[in-house]
């Protein structure tokens, strides 16, 4: 896999993993949409460790 793939990845999952925590701080934080964003970490983190 090309780096700039590799690095995209991260990219991305770092992104995912902010707006978890901006989503985590609200006074009434939208479950469901914390359970998307945070399969959809998942996801590229098992991406990322298929990878390397």
């Given at each position: 896999m090309s780096s700039s793939h590799l690095s995209a990845l991260k990219s991305r999952h770092a992104d995912?993993?902010?707006k978890?925590?901006?989503e985590e701080?609200?006074?009434a934080p939208d479950m469901a949409l914390?359970?998307?964003m945070k399969k959809q970490k998942l996801?590229?983190?098992e991406e990322l460790l298929?990878?390397?």
């Open positions: 995912l993993d902010a978890i925590a901006n701080r609200r006074p914390l359970a998307q996801k590229i983190k298929a990878e390397t």
